[in-house]
């Protein structure tokens, strides 16, 4: 099971850090990932974080802004989000790939996913 949290309002340029704690079994080695879906848009991929943590990957349009980490003995992927935009405004949603031979970029690739969080960019 996923928990995602941390979502909420804030301004254009402001900041937030949103935390997923899993339970019920470890993901150590299991790559896990944010996705975002904004009304009337299809899910798409934010960001992405290798077991050990040693390797990431964002979406072209958070590059330099956002920034996913993990902890494994808190069993935890968190997304730091600085200078946040009206654009970056979604549901929010964590996800793990246990499959290695699916594409973690892909929302059909994950196969655990938790409930979102909602993130609010607007003055």
């Known amino acids: 099971q996923l928990q995602a949290s941390g979502g909420g309002l804030v301004q254009p340029g402001g900041s937030l850090r949103l935390s997923c704690a899993a339970s019920?079994?470890?993901?150590?080695?299991?790559?896990m990932g944010w996705f975002r879906q904004a009304p009337g848009k299809s899910r798409e991929f934010v960001a992405g974080i290798n077991g050990s943590g040693s390797m990431t990957s964002y979406a072209d349009s958070v590059k330099g802004r956002f920034t996913i980490s993990r902890d494994n003995a808190k069993n935890t992927v968190d997304l730091q989000m600085n200078s946040l935009k009206p654009e970056d405004t979604a549901v929010y949603f964590c996800?793990?790939?246990?499959?290695?031979?699916?594409?973690?970029?892909?929302?059909?690739?994950?196969?655990?996913w938790g409930k979102g969080t909602q993130v609010t960019v607007s003055s």
């Open positions: 019920g079994r470890s993901f150590s080695v299991d790559v």
């Open positions: 996800a793990v790939r246990t499959n290695p031979y699916s594409d973690y970029r892909d929302p059909n690739g994950m196969d655990y």
